[in-house]
């Protein structure tokens, strides 16, 4: 059975740092994407970063220079230092994965919340 848990997040002031994880057990291998989500209130999920199992990187514009993306060898942990936060950046980020970063999302985890406040 896989399993995506999250942490790191918290409440932090516009312009600190962040650093999320993901714990990813219950695959065989490590030929998987993993993908960073976000929703804030109100709003649509979104992509933030994704990382293919071959290390290409996808993020959106709008955290591109502030949001590092990265995976340990074993792909079972995943990590998002954020720095340079902004209030925008505010919502609950999920981790996910997918056979490659352009594909359907089959496992998530529950969420953790990050605050920026202005």
């Known amino acids: 059975q896989v399993q995506l848990v999250e942490s790191g997040g918290g409440l932090v002031q516009a312009g600190g740092s962040l650093r999320l994880s993901c714990a990813v057990s219950?695959?065989?291998?490590?030929?998987?994407?993993i993908g960073w989500f976000r929703q804030a209130p109100g709003k649509e999920r979104e992509g933030v970063v994704c990382?293919?199992?071959?290390?290409?990187?996808y993020d959106r514009d709008s955290v591109k220079g502030r949001f590092t993306i990265s995976r340990d060898n074993a792909g079972r942990s995943l990590y998002l230092q954020m720095n340079s936060l902004k209030p925008e950046d505010t919502a609950v980020y999920h981790c996910a994965t997918a056979s490659t970063c352009w594909s359907y999302y089959d496992h998530w985890g529950q969420g953790t919340q990050v605050t920026v406040s202005s």
């Open positions: 219950g695959f065989t291998d490590d030929h998987y994407a």
């Open positions: 990382i293919n199992n071959n290390g290409t990187i």
